[in-house]
């Protein structure tokens, strides 16, 4: 196990290397072309992008705010992926957010974040 404390490069490197252990392409650094109108005005540079289906977003930090959500879920409205798992590796344990573009909770949930399926559990 790598651990907390590594620079965000370092903790990519490894997640792409358990990511080949187990058969699955991950292109790191990846740009990805943003479309606005159906329009490509731009790119970005992703993380990581697995299988040409999956965006991670990778972080070291204290805590995950909801400025890493909204970059998330900007990211995949602007380009043809649906998934952003969003990775925190600044904790002893690793943190892990999973966004689905035009995922819609119906119901009193609604008001909880309608972009992502985790906001639809039931307050603790």
Excluded: W
């Amino acid at each position: 196990m790598l651990g907390a404390g590594f620079l965000e490069k370092v903790c990519e490197n490894a997640l792409v290397h358990e990511l080949r252990k187990r058969d699955l392409a991950g292109a790191q650094q990846c740009a990805v072309s943003v479309r606005y109108d159906g329009k490509i005005v731009g790119t970005y540079v992703a993380d990581l992008v697995v299988a040409d289906i999956i965006m991670i977003e990778l972080k070291v930090g204290r805590v995950l705010d909801d400025g890493h959500r909204a970059q998330c879920i900007n990211y995949l409205k602007a380009t043809d992926l649906r998934l952003c798992l969003l990775l925190n590796f600044g904790k002893p344990r690793l943190e892990v957010r999973r966004i689905v573009h035009g995922y819609q909770v119906r119901g009193a949930a609604a008001g909880r974040g309608a972009d992502n399926p985790e906001s639809a559990r039931p307050p603790e």
